[in-house]
T-cell receptor
Framework: KQEVTQIPAALSVPEGENLVLNCSFT??????LQWFRQDPGKGLTSLLL?????REQTSGRLNASLDKSSGRSTLYIAASQPGDSATYLC?????????????FGTGTRLKVLA | KAGVTQTPRYLIKTRGQQVTLSCSPI?????VSWYQQTPGQGLQFLFE???????NKGNFPGRFSGRQFSNSRSEMNVSTLELGDSALYLC???????????FGPGTRLTVL
C-alpha cells in the first residue's frame, strides 16, 4: 500500500533562508508527483508536477526533484519570503487496481518570519 | 482560462439534512475528483469521475454520492448529515486520469 510521508510537519525559518521540504513514498511505481501549497481555509495551488521519467522541475524560486529509486522528492525554496508561509503538500499519482489514484502526504506547515 | 469553480463557498446545515455541492472543472478537463479535508484527518479522497463514470471511490459511507454530467461538471451529495461531516470539501479537475490536478477554492460545510 502506497504511503506518503512529509517531514517535518512544521517548519519556522527567518526570511531569506533557502529551505528544503521532504516527501517520501513507499512504492516507486508512481506515474507522477505533484507539489501544492495551501493557504489557510483555501484550496490547493499546484506548484510543480514531475513526471516519473523526470528528475526535476523548476519554477521561479522553486525547484522540485524526484528520486524514484529511493522514494523521495524534495521541494527547494530559494530566498524564502513571508508570502511563502503556507502548508505544502505532495501527492503521488499511481496506477493500481486498474485505475489511477492520488495519494497525498499530510503536509509541512511553513512559517517564514519577517 | 478560468479555473475550477465550486459553489456554494459556504454552507450551514443541521443534522439530518442533505446537501449538494457543485464543481465546474477547467474547460477541456474530463476528470473530476472530490476530497474532504478536516484538521484531524487531513485530505481524504472521496471519489473520482471521468467521462460521467465513477472510476474511483474512497472509504466513505454511502451517504456520500456524486455524479458527473456530459459537460464534465460534477455534483456531490451528502444525505443525512452528521456533525462529523463538517469540513472543507475540495474539487479537483484534470485533463485525464492521473494527470496534473487543479483544485477549486472549496466549499466550507458546517453541520450544526
Amino acid at each position: 500500500k502506497q504511503e506518503v510521508t512529509q517531514i517535518p510537519a512544521a517548519l519556522s525559518v527567518p526570511e531569506g533562508e533557502n529551505l528544503v521540504l521532504n516527501c517520501s513514498f513507499t512504492d516507486s511505481a508512481i506515474y507522477n508527483l505533484q507539489w501544492f501549497r495551501q493557504d489557510p481555509g483555501k484550496g490547493l495551488t499546484s506548484l510543480l508536477l514531475i513526471q516519473s521519467s523526470q528528475r526535476e522541475q523548476t519554477s521561479g524560486r522553486l525547484n522540485a526533484s524526484l528520486d524514484k529509486s529511493s522514494g523521495r522528492s524534495t521541494l527547494y525554496i530559494a530566498a524564502s519570503q513571508p508570502g511563502d508561509s503556507a502548508t505544502y503538500l505532495c501527492a503521488v499519482s499511481l496506477w493500481t487496481s486498474g485505475t489511477y489514484k492520488y495519494i497525498f502526504g499530510t503536509g509541512t506547515r511553513l512559517k517564514v518570519l519577517a | 482560462k478560468a479555473g475550477v469553480t465550486q459553489t456554494p463557498r459556504y454552507l450551514i446545515k443541521t443534522r439530518g439534512q442533505q446537501v449538494t455541492l457543485s464543481c465546474s472543472p477547467i474547460s477541456g478537463h474530463r476528470s473530476v475528483s472530490w476530497y474532504q479535508q478536516t484538521p484531524g484527518q487531513g485530505l481524504q479522497f472521496l471519489f473520482e469521475y471521468f467521462s460521467e463514470t465513477q472510476r474511483n471511490k474512497g472509504n466513505f459511507p454511502g451517504r456520500f454520492s456524486g455524479r458527473q454530467f456530459s459537460n464534465s461538471r460534477s455534483e456531490m451529495n451528502v444525505s443525512t448529515l452528521e456533525l462529523g461531516d463538517s469540513a472543507l470539501y475540495l474539487c479537483a479537475s484534470s485533463y485525464g486520469q492521473g494527470n496534473e490536478q487543479f483544485f477549486g477554492p472549496g466549499t466550507r460545510l458546517t453541520v450544526l
